[in-house]
């Protein structure tokens, strides 16, 4: 019996990797304590959709209320499977800059400390299976931002000429920049599951994604950056864009597509494989941009305000180029656009935010 075990599993890619897996035959175990609540209030609890995934899926999701901290109860989990686990999606973490800021001690045991647990109980008990961890392109610290930009009328962009114009690639450095504590904890993390790849021959890949999105979106002021703009779009809550004129730019990937590029790694895994992974040049906006989107979809203008100062870590412009991914992997391609990604979300969430 092959089982998936999934972190994080109420949350955004976790729901959908439960999904995903869970539709093709596989039991799924999952773990979640619902730590978003804690970290971002009880609109970001993730409640609804870990009993969702429970009904729909009944004895084929199997899910544990434990933190990922916690050695000794993800060692019983681990014991339990054992061999029988075949792949570990690790998506738990705490995702925000101005949160990490707060309390870093818990930022970083949940986000480099728990990565630790999981990556130490795979070794110990299931070190054939694969080992695919949600990193972010935060690892990147601010380093992007030292990038030739060009003023538009809505957005941010790079010269044609440019070698990053498709997107930036796995080349740039980690080094000598401003990560924010977030971005700091997500690195020790990923070079964590690169360790464990290269000294113990595990089959592990960090996909430092941009921004994920999807109608399974928890999302809140802090983090879900599409989700949380259709939301206030829905509701007449009032948003904030912080800097850079609201002409930030952000690759978006939805969950499936994310998803569907860890079975293809899955099927046919390699070991410490680092991969930046977003919407590319196919699925990208400006933050005016996606006010606009938003709106239209919508039918109702936004309430929003500006503020000069932008978040700290925060990127002017991030596109990932994902063609050393594909090149691995040719079969697996994009399939939602922004506005695509828009429209499921307001679809979807119309009876919770209406």
């Not at 728990?114 to 949600?134: D, Y």
Request: proline share 3%; hydrophobic share 35%.
């Amino acid at each position: 019996m092959s089982i998936i075990l999934v972190t994080g599993a109420a949350g955004l890619i976790g729901s959908e990797s439960v999904r995903f897996f869970a539709d093709l035959g596989f039991t799924v175990v999952g773990i979640d304590n619902n730590m978003r609540q804690v970290f971002f209030g009880e609109d970001a609890s993730t409640e609804w959709n870990r009993d969702r995934l429970l009904q729909d899926y009944g004895d084929k999701y199997i899910h544990h209320n434990v933190d990922i901290r916690d050695h000794e109860t993800i060692s019983q989990i681990f014991q339990t499977y054992s061999q029988d686990i075949s792949l570990i999606i690790h998506t738990a973490a705490q995702p925000s800059h101005d949160w990490a800021a707060k309390d870093p001690y818990t930022d970083f045991t949940v986000n480099a400390n728990g990565t630790l647990v999981l990556l130490e109980n795979t070794r110990q008990h299931c070190p054939e299976a694969v080992f695919i961890f949600c990193s972010t392109n935060k690892v990147y610290g601010d380093t992007p931002n030292l990038l030739p930009l060009v003023e538009q009328e809505l957005r941010w962009e790079i010269a044609q000429t440019h070698p990053y114009n498709q997107g930036i690639n796995e080349s740039m450095s980690i080094d000598n920049c401003k990560h924010s504590l977030f971005g700091a904890s997500k690195v020790a993390a990923d070079i964590l599951v690169q360790e464990y790849g290269r000294y113990f021959s595990i089959k592990t890949a960090c996909f430092r994604g941009g921004c994920l999105t999807g109608p399974g979106h928890s999302g809140t002021k802090l983090h879900g950056f599409l989700s949380y703009l259709m939301k206030c779009t829905m509701t007449g809550q009032p948003y904030q864009v912080y800097g850079y004129q609201g002409k930030q730019v952000r690759d978006n990937i939805h969950s499936y597509d994310l998803v569907n590029a860890f079975y293809h790694f899955y099927q046919a895994p390699r070991v410490t494989e680092v991969y930046n992974i977003g919407g590319s040049r196919f699925s990208n906006c400006s933050m005016l941009e996606a006010i606009g989107h938003c709106e239209a979809i919508a039918d109702k203008k936004l309430t929003w305000s500006y503020e000069e100062s932008n978040r700290i870590g925060d990127h002017i412009w991030w596109i990932s180029d994902v063609q050393k991914f594909k090149n691995h992997y040719p079969n697996w391609d994009l399939t939602y656009t922004v506005t695509g990604i828009l429209k499921e979300i307001f679809a979807e969430n119309i009876s919770r935010w209406s």
